[in-house]
């Protein structure tokens, strides 16, 4: 598999936030997000060739106990993606898999939990969107909006409510730095009392990858 890095961080965002984890972040992303802050992994022929085996053995010293895969875009390599879930499932760990949205995620191991993109309107990526995903997703998966402004929050409930997602999965609002300040965003959750979960992006916050 096209491997861009591998590193420990802690988890900043999802339900899992504040978690240590690894992260496995593979080469290549079809979309161009305008918040885009990994840029340098899109490329598909960024970072190296490693076997399964190979990235295995990376995440498991020390050994910790989720490991995220991300991108970059996981589903473009989705055939060694299942097999590295496979192999870290029997090893006992919690696989999550964090996806841009655009690929129908149906066809990703079942043991992962399926982190999925809804790509707004200021991400200038809304017409790639795979909507079938968001009768796909369940309990276990949760679904991330990252909001530009206060556009993309009205357009994000009118997707929730389409959807029916709100006690089917658990969504997720963030803010696109610099473009919508949290403390904003959390105002406007508030002032709705809609029961989505705020994500911060605890790992910038603290400095870390
Ligand atoms: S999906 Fe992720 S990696 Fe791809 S362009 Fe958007 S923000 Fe960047």
Redesign the pocket.
């Known amino acids: 598999m096209q491997i861009f890095d591998i590193f420990r961080s802690i988890q900043g965002e999802t339900t899992r936030a504040g978690l240590p984890m690894w992260f496995v972040r593979l080469a290549g992303?079809?979309?161009?997000?305008s918040?885009?802050?990994?840029?340098a992994?899109?490329d598909p022929e960024a970072g190296r060739a490693m076997t399964v085996a190979e990235v295995v053995a990376a995440v498991s010293s020390p050994a910790l106990p989720h490991v995220a895969i991300t991108?970059?875009?996981p589903m473009h390599q989705v055939q060694e993606v299942n097999a590295l879930v496979a192999s870290l499932a029997a090893n006992g760990s919690e696989i999550l898999i964090e996806t841009?949205g655009a690929h129908p995620i149906d066809v990703l191991d079942p043991r992962a939990v399926r982190i999925v993109?809804v790509?707004t309107p200021g991400?200038g990526?809304a017409d790639r969107m795979c909507w079938r995903n968001l009768d796909l997703v369940t309990a276990r998966d949760e679904v991330k909006f990252v909001l530009t402004g206060r556009a993309d929050y009205d357009w994000s409930k009118k997707v929730l409510a389409r959807h029916r997602l709100i006690g089917r999965t658990t969504v997720l609002f963030g803010a696109a730095a610099p473009l919508l300040d949290p403390a904003t965003l959390s105002r406007w959750i508030l002032d709705d009392g809609l029961p989505v979960r705020l994500n911060l992006q605890l790992h910038k916050l603290l400095g870390l990858p």
Not at 35 to 39: L, M, S, V
Request: contains cysteine; charged residues 35%; glycine residues 10%.
């Open positions: 992303c079809d979309l161009r997000c918040y885009c802050d990994t840029a992994a899109r991108g970059g875009e841009n993109d790509k991400s990526m």
